[in-house]
């Protein structure tokens, strides 16, 4: 999929530890007339800090393997939450990359 050098992959966020669920992007996708609102959190169950030393540094979303947005993100005054409206075909795999300063990269995918 994403060209970024993954270390993690979650495939299951449902059965995910704590660890997993406070680095793994979560994408949640909302209709947006003819295209698609795609929500991208960090710690969306267990929240990831967000200071200087410990911080989400960049989040991609990748269609198939074509990246579509790259959000890049500053400690403390940006929260690892983004939005982007895309216009894909249904059965399209949509997968978010997230880095973390500390732990590397996390990524998660979803079918349109």
Known sequence: MADAPVVNVVKDFAAA??????????LTLEPAGTATL??????H??????????YI?????????TPI?????SPQVTSPSVCAVVSL????????????????WWAYDVTL
């Open 89 to 104: 075909p249904a059965g399209t795999v949509l997968r978010a990359v997230e880095h973390c300063n500390l732990h590397g």
């Open 69 to 73: 947005a790259r959000f890049d993100l």
């Open 17 to 26: 530890d704590d660890f997993a669920k406070k680095h793994a992007p979560y």
């Open 38 to 43: 795609v929500k991208v959190e960090v710690g």
């Open 57 to 65: 540094t960049t989040i991609e979303l990748y269609a198939g393997t």
């Open 45 to 54: 169950e267990v929240p990831h800090p967000n200071g200087t030393d410990h």
